[in-house]
C-alpha cells in the first residue's frame, strides 16, 4: 500500500535531501533537469508527460537513485523481501539492481505512477531492450549530467551532436561498456548487451 508521503516535486526534493547525501542529492536534481533538456532536445512526444502534477523527465530523474545509498546487503533484502525478481549477474553486482529497487520505492512513496516511468526508473543503470524515449533520455541524461566530473563540456555537446536520441544512447552505451572493461568492473549485463543490438538496430533503419 503507497504510504502517499510525497505528492509534489518540493516534497520530493525534501524527501531527497533528508533521505540522501548530498552528492546523491546534486545529482539527482542534475539528472531530472537534464532528462527534460535531452526529452526536449530531440523533440522527443512518444511517451506519457505528466501525472499527478509531475513531469515525466523531472519525476524520473528525481526517483531514478533514491535507494542508491543502501548498500549491496539492503538492495538485496529489499528485492527478496518484496519477491522482485533479479538474475544471477545481478546477485553478484547488487549495485544493478538499484534502478529497480528505486523504482519500486517510488510507488510506495508517491502512488501508482505510469508504467512507462516505472520501467524507465528500473532501466535507467544498464539498459534494456525496446526502450522508450523517455527511457532513454533518462539513461542518457544519468550519465551526462553536469555534476560528472568525468566528463567534459565538449564530452556533452558531442554525445548531443548524434541526430538522434538512438544514437546518441548508442555512444554512451559503448562508451560505457568499454570503461566496466577497461576498469575491470561487472562484465555488461544481458540488458546492455540487448540495448546495444536493439540501437544498432534502429539506427540501421534509421530511427
Known amino acids: 500500500m503507497s504510504e502517499?508521503?510525497?505528492?509534489?516535486?518540493?516534497?520530493?526534493?525534501?524527501?531527497?535531501?533528508?533521505?540522501?547525501s548530498?552528492?546523491?542529492?546534486?545529482?539527482?536534481?542534475?539528472?531530472?533537469e537534464t532528462t527534460e533538456k535531452v526529452l526536449l532536445h530531440y523533440n522527443c512526444n512518444n511517451y506519457v508527460k505528466t501525472w499527478?502534477?509531475?513531469?515525466?523527465?523531472?519525476?524520473?530523474?528525481?526517483?531514478h537513485d533514491i535507494a542508491r545509498e543502501k548498500g549491496d546487503k539492503g538492495l538485496l533484502e529489499y528485492c527478496d523481501s518484496r519477491g522482485l525478481e533479479i538474475s544471477q549477474v545481478e546477485r553478484l553486482s547488487p549495485v544493478l539492481v538499484h534502478g529497480l529497487v528505486s523504482a519500486h520505492m517510488a510507488r510506495s512513496l508517491c502512488g501508482d505512477y505510469p508504467a512507462s516511468w516505472y520501467?524507465?526508473?528500473?532501466?535507467?543503470t544498464t539498459g534494456a531492450a525496446g526502450m522508450d524515449q523517455l527511457s532513454l533520455a533518462l539513461f542518457i541524461a544519468d550519465f551526462i549530467e553536469p555534476g560528472r566530473r568525468f566528463l567534459t563540456d565538449e564530452d556533452r555537446k558531442r554525445y548531443l551532436s548524434?541526430?538522434?536520441?538512438?544514437?546518441?544512447?548508442?555512444?554512451?552505451?559503448?562508451?560505457?561498456?568499454e570503461h566496466w572493461k577497461r576498469k575491470g568492473y561487472h562484465d555488461a549485463s544481458e540488458n546492455s548487451v540487448a540495448l546495444k543490438e536493439d540501437l544498432e538496430n534502429r539506427i540501421r533503419s534509421g530511427e
Not at 119 to 124: K, N
Open 52 to 63: 499527478n502534477g509531475f513531469s515525466a523527465g523531472e519525476f524520473c530523474g528525481l526517483c
Open 22 to 32: 548530498e552528492k546523491r542529492y546534486l545529482h539527482s536534481l542534475g539528472v531530472a
Open 162 to 177: 548524434e541526430d538522434s536520441i538512438a544514437r546518441c544512447a548508442y555512444a554512451i552505451l559503448c562508451d560505457m561498456m
Open 4 to 20: 502517499n508521503i510525497i505528492s509534489t516535486v518540493d516534497d520530493f526534493k525534501a524527501y531527497l535531501r533528508d533521505n540522501l
Open 119 to 124: 520501467r524507465a526508473v528500473c532501466e535507467h
